[in-house]
């Protein structure tokens, strides 16, 4: 059984930076795509980034791109997310989860979730 589990959201002012981690327990992560999704109150869940198995692919959402940077380390299990240049707008619960079959930019395409972790950028 795969558990993903982030940590470093918190509380930043405008223009501040973050950045979170997804810890995954399966020996399964060096050959999953992970994804970072975000979803704000009243609102579906959204696609923020992903990046393949390797390292070497990475996509994102076009309202992130040039401020959140996506990594991963396989010898550690971990994959980051750097939010950079924060706005009021990227306040939300984020999320990160595990795709087995493929770069994912839908929910319905990944296997496993996070439980999240709350940022909120104050104006």
């Known amino acids: 059984q795969v558990q993903l589990v982030e940590s470093g959201g918190g509380l930043v002012q405008a223009g501040g930076s973050l950045r979170l981690s997804c810890a995954h327990s399966?020996?399964?992560?060096?050959?999953?795509?992970m994804g970072w999704f975000r979803q704000a109150p009243g609102k579906e869940r959204e696609f923020v980034a992903v990046?393949?198995?390797?390292?070497?692919?990475?996509y994102y959402a076009d309202s992130v791109k040039g401020r959140f940077t996506i990594s991963r380390d396989n010898t550690k299990n971990t994959v980051w997310l750097q939010m950079n240049s924060l706005k009021p707008e990227d306040t939300a619960v984020y999320y990160c989860?595990?795709?087995?079959?493929?770069?994912?930019?839908?929910?319905?395409?990944?296997?496993?979730w996070g439980q999240g972790t709350q940022v909120t950028v104050s104006s």
């Open positions: 989860a595990a795709d087995s079959t493929g770069l994912g930019y839908n929910v319905k395409e990944y296997d496993y």
């Open positions: 399966g020996r399964a992560f060096s050959r999953s795509a």
């Open positions: 990046i393949s198995w390797s390292g070497h692919t990475t």
